[in-house]
Every structure is written in C-alpha cells, then in structure tokens.
C-alpha cells in the first residue's frame, strides 16, 4: 500500500526519468491507436511511436484542426508517412461507437497498441449532450466504452497493449465520499449535489475511476489472454489540462507548473513505457509511476476501495450496455466474471 506523500512527489518531479531508447520497439507493422493526440501528452507519445516506424499510427482526436497540425507535424518531425487522424468525441458515446465500427471496417482486423489518454479537468458542472457530467463521461465512460469496443480486437492480436492514462492526483482521494449512495456513477452525475466545492474534487475522482476499471478489467482478462493493460501516471506536465480551469487555483498551477512541471516530451515516455516495457507477468493490471511499477493509494487497496471497485465496475457496465448492444458481448463472451 502507497500512502499519499507530498516529499515522494516532489522528488519524483525532480528526478530524471529513462530516454525512450532504452524501451523502443520496432513497430512494423504495427497498429497504434492514440485517443487525445493532437496537442499535450498524446501528441508527444504519438510522436515517439512515430519514430518506430508504425504500419499504423492512428491520432484519435475531437478538434479537427489541431489533429491535422499534429499529422503534419508528427509526418515533418519524424518522417514517418503512416500516421493518420480518424474522429472521436468521448462526449458523445454515439461517436465512440462509431470510431469502433470504422476500426471494425477498416483497422485491418488488428490493433497493437491502444493509449486511452484523452481527459479533461474541469471544476464547472457541465452536462455533455449525453446527459452526463462531462469528466465523467469523457475521462472514464467513454473511455471505458471504447476499451470494450475495442476489445474483440485487441484480444485477436497477440501480445496487444491497452494502455490508460491515469494521474497520481488519485492519491488525492482519500476516501469516494459518493460510496455512501446506492449508485455511486448517478451521485457523480447528479447535477444538484454536484456543487462547487464538490467539483474542486473531480478531477482526481475521474483519474481513480480510470484506475479502478483497470485493476477491475484485469481481474476479468481470461487465462492466456493477449491483452496486457495497465496505467502509467506521467506525472505534473506542461500541457493544456488545466485550459479549464479558471480563477485564483490559476496563479497556484501557474507557479506549481514552473517550479516541478515537466515538459509534454518527458511525460510522454511514461505513457510509452507503459505501452512497450515490460511483459504480462509484469505490468498486468499495474499502476506505472516513474516508468516502473508502484503501488496505488491506500484507499484503493482497503476492502471498501476493492468494493468500491466492484460496484464501480458493475455500473459502468450498466450503463454501457444501454448505450452500445456490444457491449454485453463482450463482456459474457470475452471476460470473466470477477
Ligand atoms: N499534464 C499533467 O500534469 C498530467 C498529470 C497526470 C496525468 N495527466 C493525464 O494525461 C492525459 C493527457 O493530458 P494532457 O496533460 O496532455 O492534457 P491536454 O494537453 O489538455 O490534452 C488532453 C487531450 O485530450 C483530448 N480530449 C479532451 N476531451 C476530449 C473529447 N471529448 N474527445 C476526444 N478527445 C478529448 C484533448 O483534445 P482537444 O484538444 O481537442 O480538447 C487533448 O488531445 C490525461 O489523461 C491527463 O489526465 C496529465
């Protein structure tokens, strides 16, 4: 068990973590898929893969014009003439199935490397079209939903990767005060309780779900499975994350990022370790801090946090269910019941 610690995340922050030669891979004919990758951490992971020579590299993104900058950019920088942009909006699980379906038809009946690293932090109540909170929605149903969808796929390819982006914020979260209601997912997206000061904690909660249905996810991968997922924390990076963030909490980030950020280029090798290093024994279901594997938060490990994880599990599924028929599939024909 990992306790919070301030001292450890300082001297994370200060210390130098591996080039991304020491774990590079040849990605012949390899298909990559990074979801959030035209600006910040996922246009620079992207950009490592790139120099992997990738049979594909697909830049999963919402803003059509920062997307194609970053083909450009990635293409001019690295030489390589595979990556492409295909359209997500994790706001909208209409468009999340429809990514599916165009892998479906035209991904080549394989996917490699899936990094799930789209997010937002925001401290405003915002409901997307789908009716839910919108960080809730993007940085872990959506999220969740394009890893099931996906799944057939990646469990067809052999030694396939499906990597989330997760965040040491989690530690942050003590205790999920939401556990105390019957529905832990319908309080988070209750839009009278979630106030102000309920907001300020929202960004960490979304980063301990993506933890959660990692950890939960792995316990269902059926013996001999070619899917190895885990979660790799890049860190306090320069990037646009805090974009939405506004007033005094602003000057705190500005001056935090100075003092400890590190740039999008050194975050990134974490999210590409997590990708490439190791093997199955190893990262299977881990938590990825400072390219190794470290323990999570201590809440995570109580019995409430393993129950929390279970019930957190079971309605997102739930919930999934009803926004895409697959989803049901690939969970009874795919998984293990936990
Ligand atoms: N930066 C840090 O200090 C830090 C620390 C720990 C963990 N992380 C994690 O690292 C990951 C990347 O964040 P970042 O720091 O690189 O932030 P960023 O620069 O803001 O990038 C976030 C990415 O997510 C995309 N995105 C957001 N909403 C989306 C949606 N509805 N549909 C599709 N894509 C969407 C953004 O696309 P648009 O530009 O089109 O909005 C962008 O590509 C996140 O998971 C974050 O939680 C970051």
């Known amino acids: 068990m990992a306790p919070y610690s301030r001292l450890k995340f300082y001297s994370d922050q200060f210390t130098s973590l591996p080039s991304v030669d020491e774990f590079k891979k040849d990605l012949t004919g390899k298909t990559v898929v990074v979801v959030g990758a035209n600006v910040g951490l996922g246009l620079e992971a992207a950009r490592h893969f790139a120099t992997m020579n990738p049979g594909r590299l697909i830049l999963a993104c919402r803003t059509k014009s920062t997307a194609e900058a970053a083909v450009e950019d990635i293409q001019r920088t690295t030489g390589c003439k595979t990556v492409e942009y295909w359209h997500i909006d994790l706001q909208s699980f209409a468009s999340v199935s429809a990514f599916a379906t165009r892998f479906e038809k035209e991904g080549g009946g394989k996917l490699d490397i899936l990094v799930e690293n789209a997010a937002i932090a925001t401290r405003?109540?915002?409901?997307?079209?789908?009716?839910?909170?919108?960080?809730?929605?993007?940085?872990?149903?959506?999220?969740?939903?394009?890893?099931?969808?996906?799944?057939?796929?990646?469990?067809?390819?052999?030694?396939?990767?499906?990597?989330?982006?997760?965040?040491?914020?989690?530690?942050?979260?003590?205790?999920?005060?939401?556990?105390?209601?019957?529905?832990?997912?319908?309080?988070?997206?209750?839009?009278?309780?979630?106030?102000?000061?309920?907001?300020?904690?929202?960004?960490?909660?979304?980063?301990?779900?993506?933890?959660?249905?990692?950890?939960?996810?792995?316990?269902?991968?059926?013996?001999?499975t070619s899917v190895t997922v885990d979660v790799a924390n890049p860190g306090l990076c320069h990037s646009q994350l805090t974009r939405n963030v506004k007033g005094f909490i602003v000057i705190f980030y500005t001056i935090l990022k100075a003092i400890l950020a590190r740039s999008t280029e050194v975050g990134s090798r974490t999210i590409v370790h997590a990708a490439l290093a190791g093997d199955q024994q190893t990262m299977q279901g881990k938590y990825l801090n400072m390219c190794q594997v470290e323990e999570e938060s201590d809440y995570v490990y109580s019995e409430e946090g393993k129950e929390v994880q279970e019930r957190l599990w079971g309605e997102t599924i739930e919930i999934l269910k009803g926004k895409d028929e697959r989803v049901e599939g690939v969970v009874r024909e795919l998984l293990r019941t936990g």
């Open 124 to 224: 405003k109540y915002q409901k997307t079209p789908d009716g839910y909170e919108s960080s809730i929605q993007t940085n872990h149903l959506s999220t969740a939903l394009l890893a099931l969808l996906l799944f057939p796929i990646l469990s067809k390819t052999p030694d396939s990767r499906l990597t989330f982006v997760g965040s040491g914020a989690h530690f942050v979260v003590q205790r999920l005060e939401e556990a105390d209601s019957p529905k832990i997912l319908e309080k988070l997206n209750d839009e009278e309780y979630c106030t102000e000061e309920v907001m300020k904690g929202r960004y960490p909660i979304s980063k301990l779900l993506n933890l959660f249905f990692t950890r939960a996810l792995a316990e269902r991968l059926p013996l001999g």
